[in-house]
Nanobody, 126 residues
Framework: QVQLEESGGGLVQAGGSLRLSCAAS????????MGWFRQAPGKEREFVAT????????YYADSVKGRFTISRDNAKNAVYLQMNSLKPEDTAVYHC???????????????????WGQGTQVTVSS
């Protein structure tokens, strides 16, 4: 069982940066692939970024590639999403998710993940 809690959201102007954090409970955090998803008002939840358990495999949605960076610190049971050059279309509730898996595969589908956080709001003003 893993419990996830996101933080770091807020209001930022276009072009600005935010760093989201996701704190995980449990002693086996290093056995989980981690992902970030987002859901804008009136839209489906969409994939943003994912990282495997050992931090040697990452994958990004085309819409954030080159602007967002996912990272993790297994010693701190945490995963991060550094978001730079933010755009109004990045406005959404951002959720972290965990999948019990130790391999190079990095899941991008929502249905692949076992545990979810409640989310943190990111609002980018124009």
């Amino acid at each position: 069982q893993v419990q996830l809690e996101e933080s770091g959201g807020g209001l930022v102007q276009a072009g600005g940066s935010l760093r989201l954090s996701c704190a995980a409970s449990g002693r086996t955090f290093s056995s989980y692939a981690m992902g970030w998803f987002r859901q804008a008002p009136g839209k489906e939840r969409e994939f943003v970024a994912t990282i495997n358990w050992s931090d040697n495999s990452k994958y990004y949605a085309d819409s954030v590639k080159g602007r967002f960076t996912i990272s993790r610190d297994n010693a701190k049971n945490a995963v991060y999403l550094q978001m730079n050059s933010l755009k109004p279309e990045d406005t959404a509730v951002y959720h972290c998710a965990a999948k019990g898996y130790r391999g190079t595969y990095v899941p991008t589908k929502e249905s692949a993940y076992d545990y979810w956080g409640q989310g943190t709001q990111v609002t980018v003003s124009s």
